[in-house]
């Protein structure tokens, strides 16, 4: 079965350290999307990758960054310039903007 | 822009509709709507495009008003199943990364 796979499902953040997060889909969709859910928050769109070697920037980018090397995967890294990353993580890919959004099961970051 | 949601959260009894409302100061091409139950992903139901279409798969219904820029989502009969917070994400523009989701809706439904 396709779908979306985040790993891992939690992790932790020392002071000063950047951490990346995996995300790795097999349905053969362009377009993949990082947001960050704080709790009874929305989705807040980070960053977004329309085709491979190609992303944008999304609302909050800050302190974030990400590349598209492969049409499969799309690794997010926290910075350490990022000085609140404690949110949960969801990783996301779709056809394009009129076709649904398949989402991942999640990565949730906590700092030590 | 964040489009608002309405209401906040609702509290139900099985077998009880409810309406969730979607609205965006811009025009929107289309409104996605999705469901999210505690500490898990969402999970999509529906999309509604701009001329009339409507693609989704589970047994509630969605209305797409252009000219008002809104969306309602009905949940009729409603089910334990369907306890959970709903999103919707507006489409204004012709990029993938222009949607951008409301605070959600919190339902709950109560045996």
């Known amino acids: 079965d396709g779908g979306i796979t985040q790993s891992p499902k939690y992790l932790f953040r020392k002071e000063g350290q950047n951490v990346t997060l995996s995300c790795e889909q097999n349905?053969?969709?362009?377009?993949m999307y990082w947001y960050r859910q704080d709790p009874g928050q929305g989705l807040r769109l980070i960053y977004y990758s329309q085709i491979v070697n190609d992303f944008q920037k999304g609302d909050i980018a800050e302190g974030y960054s990400v590349s598209r090397e492969k049409k499969e995967s799309f690794p997010l890294t926290v910075t350490s310039a990022q000085k609140n990353p404690t949110a949960f993580y969801l990783c996301?890919?779709?056809?394009?903007?009129?076709?649904?959004?398949?989402f991942g099961d999640g990565t949730r970051l906590s700092i030590l | 822009q964040q489009p608002v949601q309405s209401p906040q959260a609702v509290i139900l009894r099985e077998g009880e509709d409810a309406v969730i409302n979607c609205s965006s100061s811009?025009?929107?091409?289309?409104v996605h709507w999705y469901r999210q139950k505690h500490g898990e992903a969402p999970v999509f139901l529906m999309i509604l495009l701009k001329g009339g279409e409507q693609k989704g798969h589970e047994k509630i219904s969605a209305s797409f008003n252009e000219k008002k820029q809104q969306s309602s989502l009905y949940l009729t009969a409603s089910q334990l199943s369907y306890s959970g917070t709903y999103f919707c994400g507006t489409v204004p523009g012709r990029r993938v990364g222009d949607m951008r989701f409301g605070a959600g809706t919190r339902l709950t439904v109560k045996p």
């Open positions: 811009k025009a929107l091409y289309s």
């Open positions: 996301a890919s779709s056809k394009d903007r009129n076709q649904p959004q398949h």
């Open positions: 349905l053969n969709h362009d377009a």
